[in-house]
Every structure is written in structure tokens, then in C-alpha cells.
């Protein structure tokens, strides 16, 4: 068959895999903002249903020829068909090399651990989720032995959710992190706090989804492509550029807690209704990762929106909303407020400086779990002598230490480093772009737009079509490098508290 | 083949077409609840990819086989499942029987013609509207006739919205309410009309969500089980009897709409969550037909909800949520209030009484398009001429006339009669509930879950069990009887306006 003709095969079913992809999101989606409580069941059901027709629709002999039959004439494909291609033909191969009984009993520990783990958080009780935990580990590595038998197993999960990241390269990525922060966190635990009482008191949803509305708007957000939901965890779920939805919680005694989810899920927002329309039937229509994700979220969140520039936009929104409580707040007492740096147990609950400390804490656990230096059943001391070394804390138990998060009870490792690198991504990212434009200027004239645009052009309309790496040196000029994220941390928390 | 094999693959069928159904109603529900409006396109694409797969799952030779190896075999089907054999085979027929291009051509045609009775309606311009009406009323003759060639059109258009319903049938019936309810209308029309000043005002969007939820615990529908949202129409989806959504919509100068709106969405959506749970995976999950469902929403709207034993029910709520503009009403002001009879020219805004009314206008309309003494041109004059006769008025153009219904511009002939009969089956069930349990006193009571027991041992339960003329027939002891209906509505009115 001529190259035309499969491509078009090719498309074809790059498309159909969409519609159900679109389905499960809408249903998700669904599930998580407007469906009663006994809908589970039923929407299990049909889910189950739906991602065996789409797994089936994919996993065939005949898309393995055509993906074998394109991969022969790769040379005479446009750009965007290769990538496209080198994209689903790895997804294949990841799932078709475990053996089907291997992957059916992998989902069915972890569908068990996921409840094991609730249990054991809440009686604080990590033996009972233990041998739950060690034998996850046992099929991360078994699988990760599938799927590149020469790539050491750690590596080969890192590359899943951030693809061309390694084990090596982390660790050069924390050290730098661990030398330069750690000593920034332990010098501001001795520094007095900002005042934060105005932040205290009652903040009625209602008013609270009056607040995010406006600040969609001052993002330049449209509302016509994206909708705003509210879940017990605020999410982004993108079905198409033109169809978005960001989810936020409204915690009546916290304003900043959905005030800032709103700001961080709208640059994932942002991020996914900036790709390419010629991107959007396939494989390349979202981020392209984890972290470049993450990056965006973080930028629009800390960078500009606890930025001093951003103050004198935010405030009079504040104030307008709520004029009794921020009345006689200066734009300097907020801008302070929103940056106050307190060591915590929880990751989730962790301010702009201490929370790559959060992650630096399990990528070192993972990295040695993987490489064997460390066991399982020695996780907790090590999970607790390290919040003493790096953030100063005593872990008063498990439920608040080890036990905290839901990630390794999925199977998912490899998956943390993503948050902060990120991070990392965003200071260098924006760097780059204020070399280009007046970044504090347009955030301070309120001109998100501007950002918008340069995002747009640099990192959002390429959607997936190159690897984060890649994307990250198209967009800056240069390399990763990591001193981008620390210096501007070191810059703004030194001046913020004095130092 | 055995008839357990057969039957095994026929019940699995259902739960494979169940699955599409359940995405396509859940991809609609968030569309019409919370997707941003440029999510249409994609919206679009995927509605119509799935429903093409759901079709080619049902329409194909095997399903065929194996429906008419069932026939075959039907002495030795239980009834449950021969009950979903005759309904499918119905549904198989009724799509295969009618040329694959015809079907195409009417879909295209309605699609076109629905914004063209969109500008028609804007512009007040029927003759735009005209040639579109005709071709459609054409290919509904069609279609009829392939569907049942022995049969009179009309009668094969009623049946597909009321299994088992003649126009010869709802002509009696039809004559009935215009002997008995025309001369009450023109009598009621010289009247003083109640005072309803207390309704005039403004009533907060949040104040009327607070109430929606009282109304929906007070008429005991499981909050765990069906959800509440908002969109322009009100209506009620049900994916299964654990899932099921109603919907409403807050107009801030119009209390009564809301809230007749929820007790009205609420009666179907008890309905749908009381249908057994053996029939939940096939094609007999949802209520009986058209009228039946109108039956149960109709009675909770009108012989609930404005009867004279709910408003000690809802007076307290009304004062809770709005003391200032219901301090001071009593009971009987609310109850003449909330059953004031306003002839008016627009169905959806017509009280209880005239309801019927604007539905017997129609239904002789359709009834004589059909046996050929109406022309399409003719058809205002018609309309108007009616209007007035009945209802004692002038309609002023063809906006708020003839075109003011979007179901003929969807190709809908024989469907506005069942929202009438639903009203009469409500005032007969009702008379033979109160037979068996204390009705008024429930209402009284506020025990709702009284009536919701009854109503779901005789009606709800059976799902699509049985036709609606059996149904009725079964749940009140007698068949169908028109009188029941003109009493009630006669006895209530009489009293209410003194006459």
C-alpha cells in the first residue's frame, strides 16, 4: 500500500481512539463534578466496557501492521505523522510486551492497595500496607524489565512520565537543589512571619466562585472553551482546545487554598487550549508531559500570580469581593501573605519554597528502593530521618508521614520528580520569555495576554509534538539548567524574609 | 442453538448497546449542564461517531438471526424476556424498514429545517416555515407506511410515542375534555382572579438551589441517587435507577417556575429510580411510554404539589427561605396563587386546566393533516380559529401561534397528544391510589414516601414492561377512562373560582 493511503488509515484510527478517549473523559468528568453518589457502579461498568472496545480497537494484528508497514517508510513522513507514529508505536510496545495474566493481576493488586492504603493511613498502621507496597515495587520493576531490558528500571519509569529523564540526571537536578535550598529553608525558619489575620476568617463559596470567575478573566482564561467545576481535588481534564474544564474546592476558612488552584489549574488550562488546532484529533493534542505540564501550572500560579506584580491586580478584586476583610490590606502585607514559608509534614499543603523539598524526599526513597539500597520495611525511618535533616520536622507518624500520599499505592513511581521539575522548567521558561518581553510590566498592567501569547508560541501549540527536553531548549536557547529555579527562589525568599 | 445460549447472547446484546447509551446520555447531560460552549463541534463528532457504532452493533445480520431465532422459540421465553424481544424486534423493523437514503434524507432535511423554524419563528415568517413542514410531514407519511402499510399514518405516528394509542381512541378522548373543560374555561374567564402580589418579586438564583433541595428531600427523591443541574429547559435523564439526573432553571422574577419545574422533574426521575432492578441492563429500565411518564411528573406537579393538603407542606419552607415576602400569606392564598387559570397563547406557560387545551388544538391539527382535510397552508388559520374558539383568544402572529412548538420542525407528528393523556392517567391513578392509602392525608402528613411506595408498586416497578394501556389497566382496575380527569380538574376549579 502506498505511504498516502496508510497515513490516512493511520488517521483514521487516530481519530476513532479519540471518541472514545472523549467519551471516558466526558464520563470521568462527569463522575467527579455532577454525578450522584451511587453512580459509581454503573459508571464503572460502561468505563470498563469503553476502555476494552478502545484497548481492542488498538491492541489488534492489524494496527500492529499498519504501525510496522508506516515504520518501514518512516523517511517520507511529514514531521508531525513520525512523531505521531513514534508516540503509538511505543505506547504498543508498552503494552503489549507484559504478559496479559501480569498486567490483569498488576491492576487488580492495585485496585486492592488502593484501598489497603486508605485503611492503613487512617489506623496509621504502615505494616498492613507494607507487603502491598513491596510487591507493587516488584511489578514496577518487572514491568519496567519488559519494556527496556537494558535500561536500569528506575530509569525506564522516570521515562514514562517524563520522557528522556534519567535517574543520573536527577540527581544532579537535587543536589543542586539540596546545596541551595535546604540552607534557605533552615535560615528562614529563624526569621519572624508576615502578618497573615486578614487571611483569617470566613469566605463565603458563593463569593469564592465569584472570585474565580474573575480571575479566569484576568488570566484571559476564555470561558467559552473552558468550563469551571468544582471536586474534592481540583483537576484539569482537556477533550479537545475547545472544550476544557478546570475543577477547584471552596474551603469557606481558606480563601487562598481555591484562589490559588484556580490561578495553578488555569495555566494547565491555558496550556492545553494553546495547542495547534492541526494537533487536535491525535496523539499530540496535549501537554508534553508531566512536568512541562506542571510548569505551566506553576508558572502562572507562583511566578505571576504570588508575584509582587501581580498584587496590585489582585488586590482590588479582594477588595471588592470582600471589602471588610481587605479594606486595609496593603498590596505589600498581601504580597508577603500569599509567600509565607512554613516546613510542613503534607506535600499538598507545601508553600513555592519548601515543596521540591517534599519531592526531593521521595525521589531519593525511590532511587533507592529501585537500586536495592534501600527496603521496604526501612521507608519510614528513612521517609522521617529526612524531614528532620531537610525540613527541620519531627514525623509524628505515618498517617502524616510514609502513608500520605496516594501515588505508590497505584504503582505509579517515577511519578513525583515531574512536580518539581516543573517547577524548575518555569524559572528557566520564564527567564527566557523575559528576555523577549516585559514580563513583570505586563503582569502589573494586567496584560496576561502578553504572556499567554509568548507561552502560546513557544511551548503550548507544540503540544506533544517534541520531547520536554527538546521543547525546553526550543523555548530558552539552551539546556536545562536547573540554577534558573534556585536563583529565583534564593532571590525572592531572601529579599522576602530579609536574609 | 439452545434457548439458554440464545437468551445469554441476547441479554449480553443489551448490555453492550446499554454501554452506548449510557455515554451518549452522559456525553449529553454535561452538555447541556456543564460543557463551555464551543465544545459543540467535538461534542458533535463524538455523539455521532458513537451512535453510528451503537447502530452497526444493533442493525447487522447476526443480531437479525439470533432476533428471529429467539421468535422461533418464544413459547419458552420467560416473560421478561419476551417482552425485550418484542420491543427490539420492534425497534430492528421499525429502523430497517425504511430505505437507508430516505433515512438519511429526513435526517438531513429535519436537521435544516430546525433553524429554519428557528428564523421562521424569529421573523414571524410561516411561509418560510411552509415548504419545510410539508416535506416533513410528507416523509413522516412515508415512514408510517413502511412501517405498518395496513395501518392509517396518524395511528403508527401515536403508537411510536404511546404504544397501543388510535386517533380514534383519543378522539373520544379529546371530545370528552372539549365537552366538559371548554364551557369551565369560558365560565372560569368571568371570574375574579385570586391575588397573587406575593409572587411578584425578586427571588436570588442561590435561594431558589436551597429550595429546589428542600422540595427534592421533601418529596423523599434519594439525593444519593439522582443529582440536580441547571440548563435553559428543564428535563430528567436516567442512566440507571442509581444514576439519574433532573435539571431546572432559576428565572430570579418567577418563583413558581423553578419550583414546579423540580416537583414536575422530579415525579419522572421517581419513576425511572423505582423501575426493578432486574429489568436496569435491558431495554425495559426506563418508564412505560411518553404518557405514562407525563403521568407521574404531572401528578406530582399538579395533584401533589398544588393541591390544597401540600401548602401546609410548603408554606413553612416558602416562610423559611423568604420570610419578608411570605410571612404573611396563609395556606389558602398560596394554594389560589399557585392555581391561578390564565387563558394564554403559549403551551409551556399554560396552567393546569388549559394545559390540555392548547394539546386538543394540536392534536386536531395533526389528526386532519393526516386524513388529508387540512392543508399545510391552511394551518394558521386553523390554529388561530381554535384559539379562539376554546380559549377565547386572538393570537397575534404566528410566532406565538402556529410556530411557536420546535417538535413538527424535528419531524414529531403524534407526539403532543401523550402529554395530555398523561394528565388524564394521572387523575385516574390517583382516584385508585386513594382507594387503597390516605392520600391527601399523606400529603398532609408530608409523608410522600407513602405515595412514592404505591406509585412504584403499580407503575413504577414494571418499567417497559407492559404497554401503558395494560399498565393502567392493571394498576387502577378498570381501563382507561377519561372522566376521572374532567371530575377532578371540574371539582377543583368549580371550587376554587366559586362557581
Redesign the interface.
Known sequence: MDTQALVSQFKDLQR?LR?YG??MG??N??GE???????A???G??MG??SLISYELFINPEVEALLDALHEQRASLDAQTARELYLMRKEYRQTTCIPKEEYAAAAQLSSEAGSVWRDAREKNDYPMFMPYLQKLADFAARFAGYRKPDVPAYDVMLDEYEEGVTAAYLDDYFATLRRELVPLVHAIGERPQPDTAFLRGTFPA?SQRRLARRLMALLQV??????L?ETAHPFTSS??K????ITTRYEEQDLLSSLYSVIHESGHGLYEMGVDDALQHGPLANGASMGMHESQSRLYENMIGRSRAFQPQLLPILRDIYPDAFGKVTEDALYRAVNQVVPGLIRTEADELTYSMHIMIRFELERALFDGSLKVQDLPAAWNERYKSYLGLTVPNDAQGVLQDIHWSGGAFGYFPSYSIGSAYAAQIYAAMARDIDVEGSIAAGDIGRINTWLGDKIHRHGMMYPPAQLLEMACGQPFDATYYTDYLKNKYTALYGL
Chains 1, 2 share one sequence.
Open positions: 476513532r471518541v472523549y467519551a466526558v464520563i468528568y462527569d463534578t455532577a454525578a450522584p453518589r451511587q453512580s457502579q454503573g459508571r461498568e460502561a466496557a469503553l458563593d476564555d470561558a467559552e472553551r473552558c468550563a467545576g477533550f479537545t475547545w472544550d476544557t474544564r
